[in-house]
């Protein structure tokens, strides 16, 4: 079974401008959710989908948003970027929202914003 | 208070020992537990998870859950140099959100 998969895995920004990542969950997982990871605030929790409708929310601001397709796959949006949102972003899936603390990570899209 | 807090800072095992990982969290309403191991340059990989109050053992892992106390620990018997990473905690809170501490690293020293 393919593991879940997030594009680009590498992306350089300036600030001001606008990124889009994407994620392919795990086959028959329904349930998709976003993380920020850096090295001095760990892994931050941005949002969960679930059948194509955002199920609970991080304390991110609304420069980030995110939305989640039919056939499960996930993209998120961040806009106007500002250097602190320089990090590794992690989309990860699970088979539904019951076991949503059991997550398979894809291997994250690590932005850089100059 | 953070909402789950790994204290300690790197800790260092000789193979073949015994490396104890603890977690606090705040939110007494938190149902799920889990522990997930993330090498240097990789993403994180789920590695256990508990629910109850009391013991659970995966092979060389064993969770503790005391919700009393509201911490949640990790064993990992017969430590090998594989074992070295850094050990998140987790914990599903009363809102349904995830969140992590900031993780321990575990060198495992042959």
């Known amino acids: 079974k393919a593991g879940v998969t997030q594009t680009p895995r590498y992306l350089i920004k300036t600030r001001g401008q606008q990124v889009t990542l994407s994620c392919s969950p795990i086959s028959g997982h329904r349930s998709v959710s976003w993380y920020q990871q850096t090295p001095g605030q760990g892994l931050q929790f941005l949002f969960e989908y679930f059948s194509e409708t955002q199920r609970n929310k991080g304390n991110f601001p609304g420069r980030f948003s995110g939305r989640q397709f039919s056939n499960s796959r996930s993209e998120m949006n961040v806009s106007t970027l500002e250097l602190g949102d320089s990090a590794l972003y992690l989309c990860?899936?699970?088979?539904?929202?019951?076991?949503?603390?059991?997550?398979?990570f894809g291997e994250g899209s690590r932005l850089t914003v100059l | 208070q953070k909402e789950v807090e790994q204290n300690s800072g790197p800790l260092s095992v000789p193979e073949g020992a015994i490396a104890s990982l603890n977690c606090t969290y705040s939110d007494r309403g938190s149902q799920s537990f889990f522990w997930y191991r993330q090498y240097s340059g990789k993403s994180p990989e789920l590695i256990m998870f508990?629910?109850?109050?009391g013991d659970k053992e995966d092979g060389r892992f064993t969770a503790q859950l005391n919700k009393a106390s509201q911490y949640v620990s990790l064993l990992i018997r017969d430590s090998q140099p594989s074992d070295s990473a850094t050990y998140l905690c987790a914990v599903k809170r009363g809102n349904n959100r995830l969140a992590f501490g900031k993780g321990n690293q575990v060198v495992v020293i042959p």
């Open positions: 990860a899936s699970s088979p539904d929202l019951s076991r949503g603390g059991e997550l398979f």
């Open positions: 508990i629910y109850s109050n």
